[in-house]
């Protein structure tokens, strides 16, 4: 699935001069993506809102200093991704996201599978280390080549393969693990 857009670089260009409505613009037309990279890497609303408004305030201070037009969604997207690092350093502590379901029962037959599923998916996702997210998001939510994920982080191609091999084997192994034995009260697991 791919996510990329292209932006206008006469926008780029204006905004790279100080025009504040060029870069309004841009704001606009890759917020959403890289809204749902933070989320996808940080996986919670709040943590990705935050890194998305540090990564934005940062983007307009150094984009006068932003080389190439061209490259403009690359260079946001190393910068949003820093900050997802800074953001996920800030918050050891991750929040669970609950949302209320209602009480008529479900709209399709069982949905409870698919439910479990992703919650199992999830606490799988979250044990990956936030870089390893950050390789992994890019490259299979935005459908970046390799090489050009490690060129958006800065890391050597190699480091990009390695982190997206640890991921997936990560994912792998925790979706395949047996489930731990619950205990009940009084008697050992």
């Not at 958006?152 to 489930?179: C, F, K, N, Q, V």
């Amino acid at each position: 699935m791919t996510q990329r857009s292209r932006v206008d670089r006469d926008l780029v260009e204006r905004a790279r001069r100080g025009d504040r409505e060029a870069f309004t613009v841009l704001v606009h037309q890759v917020s959403d993506v890289l809204f749902a990279v933070a989320y996808r890497i940080l996986r919670d609303s709040g943590l990705a809102e935050d890194a998305l408004q540090n990564a934005l305030v940062l983007a307009w201070r150094r984009l006068p200093h932003l080389r190439d037009a061209d490259r403009f969604e690359a260079w946001v997207h190393r910068i949003l991704v820093h900050a997802c690092y800074d953001e996920s350093q800030r918050s050891r502590s991750w929040t669970a996201n609950v949302r209320v379901l209602p009480l008529e029962g479900p709209s399709t037959p069982d949905g409870s599978a698919a439910v479990a599923d992703r919650d199992e998916l999830e606490r799988a996702f979250r044990r990956l280390s936030v870089e390893q997210r950050a390789v992994f998001v890019l490259h299979h939510y935005l459908g970046l080549p390799l090489v050009e994920v490690a060129d958006m982080l800065g890391i050597p191609a190699g480091t990009a393969r390695s982190r997206l091999h640890y991921a997936i084997a990560g994912l792998r192994d925790a979706l395949t693990a047996e489930p731990e034995p619950i205990a009940r009260e009084g008697q050992p697991a």
